[in-house]
């Protein structure tokens, strides 16, 4: 693919313009009765990367395909800047919306060309207009080369890039991904999100990007809505969330936790790892106390806690542990850098990294 040396002659040419894309109090459910979306209000502003992440059924696709005319909310409406294009009375089409779509598997036609293919949605233009703005739409994405090309003989890397192409060779105000990498190689992800990204950054489109992986949406999005049964949970940028996480679930989606059951007393909580402030919470409250598996610090020789390595896993850059903690009824797991721990060590001790816990009431 080459992609430093594409990107460098890249088209930079922006859209038309960026539009607020905002949904307010959006409702829908499906003939069957099931509700999968319920009161979601929520605003991508211009320009802005807003990732939509959560995990399946939460609502995600659901939100986009109304954003895109594709599906009819129950309540609520659209908004593409100050005017409603899907409301009580009105429904605006999805040609007329200027919103684009790159669908999950992409959705070429296997027997159009990748010229072709680009220019398949500018039927208001003449011919000869529509291949200029396909081949600049090409050239935005470094793949102007592979015009007369077929999709098939395109990396899933490529074909995501085609993908991109067609949805931006209209200049739309908004563009909408549906797990845009889903269907690539692990080790190709990394690659096709920064370019994907740069490509946005270019075209200066407002864009919404579904994603079930919390790690895709802090690397792709300036800020981040989390659904969760068809309920907008938290939104903000990728610091909020993960430093100010509103509730257990929203912290569980962005690391992996230990969990421990507790009661406030005296403005702190007793665990297993030690009392931690329990900061706004009720004496007698029932809470649950999160550490994150990057909060240990251990050591051979001196500690808070004593602890017992009872199964190490090797994983490149760390090691996950399971420790065996007194007055503990699980084991406790941890990360820590490969190296830190002598290979057959088993007697450690454990101290925790205090922003690394989270206090929560029980629910």
């Not at 007793?270 to 610090?297: H, I, Y």
């Not at 806690?305 to 760390?318: Q, T, Y």
């Amino acid at each position: 693919m080459n992609g430093q040396k594409q990107s460098s002659a890249r088209v930079t040419a922006g859209v038309s313009f960026a539009a607020r894309l905002s949904f307010e109090d959006i409702g829908h459910s499906y003939a069957s009765g099931a509700e999968t979306l319920r009161g979601v209000s929520l605003a991508a502003e211009p320009g802005e990367v807003l990732c939509l992440l959560g995990p399946s059924g939460s609502g995600k696709t659901t939100l986009l395909r109304i954003a895109a005319g594709i599906e009819t909310q129950r309540a609520g409406r659209v908004l593409l800047n100050d005017r409603v294009i899907a409301g009580p009375g009105v429904f605006l089409p999805p040609e007329q919306r200027s919103i684009g779509l790159v669908f999950q598997d992409f959705a070429l036609f296997p027997h159009l060309t990748i010229l072709d293919n680009v220019r398949f949605g500018l039927t208001a233009l003449s011919p000869q207009e529509a291949r200029h703005e396909a081949m600049i739409a090409l050239e935005r994405v470094g793949l102007e080369a592979y015009a007369g090309a077929y999709p098939h003989v395109l990396s899933g890397g490529e074909q995501q890039r085609v993908a991109l192409a067609r949805a931006l060779a209209p200049r739309p105000a908004v563009l909408l991904m549906d797990e845009p990498f889903s269907g690539l190689d692990s080790r190709l992800k990394d690659t096709v999100r920064a370019e994907t990204l740069d490509i946005l950054r270019q075209s200066r489109a407002t864009a919404i990007v579904v994603t079930h992986d919390a790690e895709e949406a802090m690397r792709m999005g300036d800020r981040i809505a989390l659904l969760k049964d068809g309920r907008l949970v938290q939104a903000g940028t990728a610091e909020d969330l993960y430093q100010s996480p509103a509730d257990l679930f929203v912290a569980g989606f962005f690391s992996e936790l230990n969990e421990f059951p507790g009661k406030v007393s005296g403005g702190a909580v007793e665990t297993p790892l030690g009392r931690f402030a329990a900061r706004g919470l009720a004496d007698g409250q029932e809470v649950t106390v999160a550490v994150r598996l990057s909060g240990f610090l251990v050591n051979q020789q001196a500690g808070a806690i004593p602890a017992r390595v009872v199964s190490r896993r090797f994983l490149g850059v760390v090691e996950h542990l399971e420790l065996a903690v007194p007055g503990a009824d699980r084991h406790v797991r941890a990360r820590v850098r490969c190296g830190h721990l002598a290979p057959r060590v088993r007697d450690i001790w454990i101290d925790i990294v205090p922003s690394d816990v989270l206090v929560f009431a029980r629910r």
